[in-house]
Structures are given as structure tokens and as C-alpha cells.
């Protein structure tokens, strides 16, 4: 009997040494994903040319397509100065699989306008011990998604020339919470008809589009393109990408009227895929620091 108690306290001790060994290595796994995050979020804002903020006019818009001007003006941008760095936090949901449970998630996001990029950074809470750490981003051409489970494992590390162009059409589809950005030299615009047109945008080389449509009020009701999807082990495939919010919900912030409901649809085969679906719970124009 006395040896079976010994038995089970050495066990115990044991168990009690791998927890914590466990927890030192997600700690550090914690502070060096967080370090990395911070270190392109300093990229970011570092890389930005020093530009005087012009104010938006009619004159500025007037050739743009009809629908265009009519979001520019709903979105209360005449008569404010280009916006050149943007900081939001987001809360949401996420789900891996088309069949998945809907997983919480909290977000923060970076942009810079003149130089365009983002870092964003999400927060997973799979189980009450089990989360997912995620860090997103367009910087100086390049684009990579990189996912770990406990800020440790590596489950997603997308990258190379499809991700370069799948990370700048986010980047475009996004210009909405910053839509002075609309009106830029890198911007293109095409008109399709009363209600769509076409943009593309050109950085580094690279270049990307996509279709925007608005209603008659001058709301955005989607953008869609064709995005590298990632479908597992490293694998890139080309599928249409629908990003939309069927309740259109405005708010006034900083001055402009920006939309504070999305989510996010792959199109597949077997049917639509809404994988995120976000609110934005904070943003702030041209504050270039960390939360």
C-alpha cells in the first residue's frame, strides 16, 4: 500500500512538472508571437513616406464612377484630410471548416495608406485551455498568413506570390473603414454600372482587383473577387471571395460614416462558406501606435 501511495504522488509530481513546463513554454511561445507582431506593426508605420494630409474635395471625385462618388459622399469624406494610418480592434467569430462550430474571436488591425499594408493579429479561444493565435498582413509587398496553436505550433504559415495578391485584395476590400483611401493615385476605377464598379490597386509590382457594390443610398453591399484560398498544406486555390454584411449598420466615427458590420464567404462547390464574421468595436485615423 505504501508503495502504491508513493506511486501516486510521484505520479502526481510528475504531471504537476509537465504543466508547468507546458505553461513556461506557451508563455514564451505567447511573448515571442506578440514580439513578432509588434516588430511589423513598427514596420509598418516606420515605412510610411512623410506626406502632406490633403482634404478631400468634389473636384477630387468628380471623375470617379457614379456609385463611387455616391459612397464618398454617404460616407461623409468631402472635406476631410486623407486618413494615413488606421488602428481598429474587432469582436467576432471564426470557424475552420464549412461544418465547424463558430469560435470567439478578438482582433486588433493596423493600415497605412500612403504605403499600403496591415497587420492584424486574432485571438482564438478554442476550449478553456486551448487557444489559436493568428497574425495576418501585408507589408512592403508581402503577404503571409501564420497561424499557431497556444502561440507555439505552427498550423498555417501561407506564403508566396498567391498570398502576396490574396493579402493586397484584403487589403483593398478593407479600404472601406478608411475611405479616403478611395481616392488615390494607386486606386483605379472602373465603371460597370449604377450600382458597381471595378477597382484595382497597384503596389510593388503587384496588382489586384475587385468589384465593389452599393446601393441606392451610397451604402456598400459587397465585395467580391477571386482570392487564393488556402485548402491545407501549403496549397493556394483560386476561389471567388465574397466580402459583405447583411446588416448594413453605419456609424459616425472620427467624423466619417463607416460600416461596423462585416463578414467574410468563400463560394465553393458545394455552396457558400461564411468562415468570419466581425464588429468593430474601436477605431482611430492616423494614431501610428500600439494599442
Known amino acids: 500500500m505504501g508503495n502504491f501511495a508513493l506511486f501516486i504522488k510521484l505520479a502526481l509530481i510528475g504531471v504537476g512538472v509537465l504543466l508547468v513546463l507546458a505553461a513556461v513554454v506557451v508563455g514564451i ?26 482634404v478631400i474635395t468634389e473636384e477630387d471625385i468628380k471623375d470617379l464612377p457614379e456609385p463611387v462618388q455616391r459612397f464618398l459622399r454617404y460616407t461623409k469624406v468631402i472635406g476631410k484630410k486623407r486618413v494615413a494610418t488606421v488602428r481598429l480592434k474587432q469582436k467576432g467569430f471564426m470557424r475552420p471548416k464549412p461544418d465547424g462550430n463558430w469560435i470567439p474571436l478578438e482582433a486588433e488591425q493596423f493600415f497605412a495608406v500612403d504605403n499600403p499594408g496591415f497587420v492584424w493579429k486574432g485571438s482564438l479561444t478554442m476550449a478553456p485551455l486551448l487557444t489559436m493565435s493568428a497574425q495576418d498582413m501585408y507589408l512592403n509587398g508581402t503577404g503571409n498568413m501564420h497561424v499557431k496553436v497556444m502561440s507555439t505550433i505552427t498550423a498555417v504559415n ?5 498570398m502576396d495578391k490574396a493579402s493586397l485584395l484584403r487589403y483593398l476590400s478593407e479600404m472601406s473603414w478608411f475611405p479616403t483611401s478611395f481616392v488615390s493615385d494607386k486606386v483605379k476605377w472602373e465603371p460597370i454600372d449604377a450600382q458597381s464598379a471595378r477597382a484595382s490597386i497597384t503596389d510593388h509590382g503587384i496588382t489586384v482587383s475587385g468589384v465593389f457594390t452599393f446601393n441606392d443610398k451610397g451604402e456598400l453591399i459587397y465585395f467580391a473577387a477571386e482570392r ?3 485548402v491545407g498544406g501549403g496549397k493556394l486555390v483560386k476561389t471567388k471571395w465574397i466580402a459583405d454584411s447583411p446588416v448594413r449598420e453605419y456609424r459616425t466615427i472620427n467624423g466619417m460614416h463607416i460600416q461596423v458590420k462585416g463578414q467574410a464567404s468563400w463560394h465553393l462547390d458545394s455552396g457558400e462558406y461564411t468562415y468570419i ?13 500600439l494599442y
Open 29 to 54: 511561445g505567447n511573448i515571442s508571437f506578440k514580439r513578432a507582431f509588434n516588430g511589423k506593426v513598427g514596420r509598418l508605420f516606420k515605412d510610411q513616406p512623410k506626406a502632406e494630409r490633403a
Open 158 to 162: 501561407a506564403k508566396g506570390k498567391d
Open 228 to 230: 487564393a484560398r488556402d
Open 277 to 289: 464574421k466581425l464588429d468593430l468595436t474601436d477605431i482611430e485615423y492616423d494614431n501610428p501606435t
